[in-house]
C-alpha cells in the first residue's frame, strides 16, 4: 500500500515540476464505500500511445534520470500498483482527448498495457491512475498517506474523505524555529527525520556512528534528540532499494553530519534573536526560562545552548539564575519564600509561607526579588 500512495503521488508532482507548475496541488482521491479506488491526478504532460507502453509496461524506463529536482528516477514507481494488485487504469488526458488503458497481468506473469477506448473531454491535459482497492484496505491506504503528505511542501488537494480532516492529521504541529532547510516543531518529539523529494525518512542515531549523549561534545546528538526536520536535495542522500529507508553510505551519513553541524552554528543566533526584545537582563533570563523549561519553544535544543550561549545584549545566557558569585559583594543572604506546596491540595493545612536559605536566586516569571 506504502509504495502505491508514494509512487504514483511522487510520480504526479515529478509531472507538475515537468510542467513548470511545481505549486500547484495534484488531486488524491482516497478509496471508500461508493467508490472502492485509489486515484491520483496530475495535470502535467500527458503521453501518448507509444509513451504509455514504455513508461507502464518496461521496467527500468525512467523520463527523469538527467534531473535532480525530479523524485521518481528510477522508473519502478509507475509499476507500483503491481505489488498490490493485478491491474489498474491509467486514464491520459491529452488535447480534449481521454485515452483509457488497462494495465494488467497476463496469464503468463508479464505486464501488459491494453488500450480500452478514447472518449472526448474538457479536462485539462495529466495523467490519472485509478487503483482498485480491496475494503478491508480503505483504512490503510489513509493512514499511509497521511504519513507521507505530512512533511509535502504543497499538499494535495484531497477528495473522498474529509478533507478538514485530512487537514488536521497531515499538521506537523506548531513550529519552533524554522529555517528554509531545517524546522523543529513541538510534536515532532525525539524523532528527526530528512526530508528527500517530499518524502520522510528517519534518521538513525546509531547508523551515524555518533557518540552516545554524555559523550557528545559535537551537540550532534542533542540536536536529533530535538527532533529536527532537515531537507536534502534529490540525490543528497542514498536510499534503499525498497525506497523505505535510508541506506547509510559513508555519502548518505557525510550529508547528514554536515547538515547537523551547519544547524548546530545557527541554533545561538536564531535562539539571540527571541531575546532582543528584552530590556533588562532579569528580563532575558525569564524568558530563557520559559523556553527551556518543560513544554517550552525549546526544551529539546537546551544542551545546545548551554554550550554555546544565548547572546543578549552581548551577555551570554547560559542559566535563568543568579547565583552567589554574582550576589555576594558582602554578607549577603538569599532566601526562597513560597507558599508550601501541599497548601493548595490540603484544605486542612495552613496556608502559610515557607522561607528557606539558599545559594541562588531562581528566575521565574512569577518570582518577586526583594532587597
Not at 321 to 338: E, R, S
Not at 355 to 365: F, H, N, Q, S, W
Request: aromatic letters at 10%; glycine letters at 8%; charged letters at 25%.
Amino acid at each position: 500500500v506504502m509504495a502505491v500512495v508514494r509512487e504514483y503521488t511522487c510520480n504526479a508532482v515529478d509531472a507538475h515540476i515537468e510542467n513548470g507548475t511545481p505549486d500547484r496541488p495534484i488531486v488524491v482521491t482516497m478509496p471508500t464505500q461508493l467508490l472502492p479506488e485509489f486515484k491520483v491526478r496530475d495535470f502535467g504532460k500527458a503521453l501518448t500511445d507509444e509513451e504509455i507502453q514504455d513508461v507502464y509496461a518496461f521496467y527500468g524506463e525512467s523520463t527523469k534520470r538527467q534531473s535532480n529536482e525530479m523524485i521518481g528516477q528510477l522508473g519502478l514507481g509507475s509499476k507500483s500498483a503491481f505489488a498490490y494488485g493485478d491491474n489498474f487504469v491509467i486514464n491520459s488526458y491529452i488535447n480534449g482527448t481521454k485515452c483509457i488503458y488497462n494495465a494488467f497481468i497476463d496469464p503468463s506473469q508479464v505486464g501488459k498495457i491494453s488500450k480500452m477506448k478514447e472518449e472526448s473531454t474538457k479536462e485539462p491535459n495529466g495523467i490519472e491512475i485509478v487503483i482498485p482497492v480491496k475494503k478491508d484496505d480503505f483504512q490503510e491506504f489513509y493512514t499511509k498517506a497521511v504519513g507521507l503528505y505530512k512533511f509535502f511542501d504543497v499538499k494535495p488537494e484531497i477528495h473522498g474523505c474529509d478533507s478538514n480532516r485530512f487537514e488536521g492529521d497531515t499538521n506537523i504541529g506548531a513550529v519552533v524555529f524554522e529555517t528554509d532547510t531545517w524546522k523543529v516543531t513541538k510534536e515532532n518529539r525525539h524523532e528527526s527525520t530528512a526530508i528527500m523529494g517530499n518524502i520522510s525518512y528517519p534518521i538513525d542515531e546509531y547508523a551515524l556512528n555518533l557518540a552516545n549523549s554524555y559523550r557528545d561534545e559535537t551537540g550532534r546528538v542533542d540536536l536529533l534528540n530535538a527532533g529536527v526536520i532537515i531537507k536534502f536535495k534529490i540525490g543528497e542522500l542514498d536510499i534503499s532499494a525498497s525506497r523505505e529507508a535510508l541506506q547509510y553510505t559513508e555519502g548518505t551519513k557525510d550529508a547528514i553530519i554536515k547538515k547537523l553541524d551547519s544547524i548546530i552554528k545557527e541554533v545561538p543566533s536564531l535562539l539571540s534573536e527571541s531575546f532582543k526584545d528584552c530590556k533588562t537582563l532579569w528580563d532575558a533570563k525569564v524568558l530563557y526560562d520559559k523556553a527551556f523549561s518543560y513544554g517550552g519553544f525549546g526544551d529539546r535544543l537546551r544542551k545546545i545552548a548551554d554550550k554555546q550561549g544565548v547572546n543578549w545584549n552581548g551577555i551570554s545566557i547560559t542559566d535563568n539564575q543568579f547565583g552567589t558569585k554574582v550576589l555576594k559583594q558582602g554578607d549577603v543572604q538569599i532566601w526562597h519564600w513560597a507558599k508550601h506546596k501541599t497548601a493548595r491540595y490540603n484544605h486542612n493545612s495552613t496556608k502559610r509561607v515557607k522561607g528557606v536559605e539558599t545559594g541562588t536566586i531562581l528566575v521565574e516569571e512569577t518570582a518577586r526579588v526583594v532587597e
